[in-house]
């Protein structure tokens, strides 16, 4: 899967709530302050089951907080 970009939206949603901190957001979902500190920076991406507690805290679709770029496609189809 090389190529691929996640980004999200997590720090203007934790300034949209409040200025809600890293802190408080990793206690709801479970996770250190680091990890959250990590997926904001793009540094990690996080499962599935993660993306998704991150988005219900926010009270947000999981397209909302998160964005994936497939990377570019090979000649013949997909990569």
């Known amino acids: 899967m090389s ?7 997590i720090r203007k949603l934790r300034f949209d709530a409040g200025e809600m901190t890293q802190q408080v ?3 709801e ?3 250190t302050r680091q990890t959250i500190l990590a997926i904001e920076a793009s540094k990690y991406a996080p499962s599935l089951e993660l993306a998704f507690k991150i988005a ?3 009270g947000q679709p999981l397209e909302a907080v998160f964005q994936y770029e497939a990377p570019k496609a090979r000649r013949g189809g997909r990569p």
């Open 3 to 9: 190529g691929a970009t996640i980004s999200n939206n």
């Open 56 to 58: 219900y805290a926010f």
């Open 29 to 31: 979902v479970g996770v």
């Open 25 to 27: 957001l990793a206690d």
